[in-house]
């Protein structure tokens, strides 16, 4: 036994080459797979729970165990950058609705507005709405919306005012106007006013919109455009849904008044319209 090799020249020189053979397949096949993978054809499996889908859907389980009886899909959608607003779909049950239109409908009373001379409520032909307010925390259905609400505006419980749930018949309105004060009094507890949030109670057949005639968007590219009434083309409205809330700020991010802000209620056409606002206060307002 002098000779190197234990096998035939030709047998190691077959093995070598198919060997290269498998690592180029075996590259090959690489390649392919990264292009695929870089173009997005071929997915790596996850685990679900990191995917942001899968983030999505817990919260939005987890609102749905806190309610019963909810089928429909809740999302916030951004209807305007000046003034600040934005509408979250589906914030409110239907029960929750019902719950606070007979809550408020034995004290309903004529609504007033604020006088910016003196700060004092005055009768008002510019509001012709009937309302009344619920106190802040009065029991626990409202404790779960108004924590509901500090969660959507992070705005703390404590800076919001009582609940005001607001009836308008056919014909009923309220002019556009700023929900800041111009007075000092008014400010006394809690200070400026800096976000709304209106809840709608009811649908609206016709007429009933939020609108605010200085919003910055063209409104008539709006896809609901063409269900407003003349009232509601007169600037960026929203139509009524229950369920629905509208959060807009008062107050631009630097803490100055933010005259965009500038909104109305259009008259009811057809219909009733009830809803519920919530006033944001820049600190604690003591009940
Ligand atoms: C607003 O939108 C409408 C409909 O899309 C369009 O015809 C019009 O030119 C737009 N106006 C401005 C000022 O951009």
Partial sequence: MTKGSRYPRAVSRRRSFSCALVVLVFLSLSVIILVLLACG?????VNSKGSPDAGRRAVRSVYEMERTGRREVQWVEVISWEPRAFV????????????????AKPNMEKSTVVDSATGQ????????????????????????????????????????EGLQIL????????????????????????????????????????????????????????????????????????????GDALLFWSMKPDATLDPFSLHGGCQVIRGNKWSSTKWFRVNEYKV
């Avoid at 054809?41 to 499996?45: M, Q």
């Avoid at 009065?138 to 800076?159: A, C, G, Y």
Wanted: hydrophobic share 30%.
């Fill in 88 to 103: 979250y779909h589906s914030f409110l049950s239907k029960e929750e609705c019902n719950y606070l239109i007979e809550l």
């Fill in 167 to 242: 009836h308008y018949e056919v014909g009923q309105k309220y002019e556009p106007h700023y929900d800041y004060f111009l007075d000092e009094l008014n400010t006394k507890n809690g200070g400026q006013r800096i976000a709304t949030v209106l809840m709608y109670l009811s649908d609206v057949e016709e007429g009933g919109e939020t609108v605010f005639p200085s919003a910055q968007v063209n409104s008539s590219s709006l896809p609901w455009y063409n269900e407003l009434s003349e009232c509601g083309k007169s600037g960026l409205s929203v139509k009524p849904k229950m």
């Fill in 41 to 45: 054809i071929l997915s790596l499996p």
């Fill in 121 to 160: 409520s005055k009768d008002s032909r510019v509001r012709t709405s009937s309302g009344t307010f619920l106190r802040r925390g009065r029991d626990k259905m409202i404790r779960s919306i108004e924590k509901r609400l500090s969660d959507f505006t992070f705005l703390p419980v404590e800076n919001g």
